[in-house]
């Protein structure tokens, strides 16, 4: 991933899910500081229990949807809250589609708070 502009510092919502998690251990890798923003809907504690220890990680248990502000300055927004896989859609289907849409709005929202230089999301 190719980044050369504002903080280093990135907030990755869906941040314990399969995919944020190991997008929170790269940017680490990357010399990021990382925020990740989790529900743990879908997600689990085992997938970032072992970033934990690195003072450059923190952990944020909070629905996407309800988050009021991110202390301190955001340079990237990865917004990968949501369930994945048909089966998920399935099981939680009314929180699949706030997090594809008011989800998304508010970390929009985040990031123009923060006037983040970049964003992106799966969902
Ligand atoms: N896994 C894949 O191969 C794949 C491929 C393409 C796109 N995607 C997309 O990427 C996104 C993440 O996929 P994944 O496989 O990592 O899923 P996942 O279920 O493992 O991770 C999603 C994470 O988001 C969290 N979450 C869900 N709703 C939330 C909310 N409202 N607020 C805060 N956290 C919330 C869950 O607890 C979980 O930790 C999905 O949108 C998925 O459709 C996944």
């Known amino acids: 991933m190719s980044y050369a502009h504002g903080s280093r510092r990135a907030l990755i919502t869906g941040g314990a899910g ?4 190991h997008l929170c251990e790269r940017l680490l ?18 997938n970032i229990a072992y970033l934990l220890h690195d003072p450059r990680f923190q952990a944020i248990e909070c629905d996407i949807n309800e988050v009021a502000e991110i202390p301190g300055e955001i340079g ?14 399935l099981r939680f ?20 708070a923060n006037s983040t230089f970049a964003v992106f999301g799966a969902a």
Request: glycine share 8%; hydrophobic share 45%.
């Open 93 to 112: 289907p009314i929180q699949t589609l706030q997090a594809g849409s008011s989800g998304t709005l508010r970390a929009l929202e985040v990031a123009r």
């Open 18 to 21: 399969f995919l944020g998690s």
């Open 29 to 46: 890798t990357m010399d990021f500081e990382v925020v990740c923003l989790d529900n743990f809907l879908t997600g689990s504690a085992a």
């Open 76 to 89: 990237l927004v990865l917004h990968f809250a949501s369930p994945a896989s048909p089966a998920d859609y």
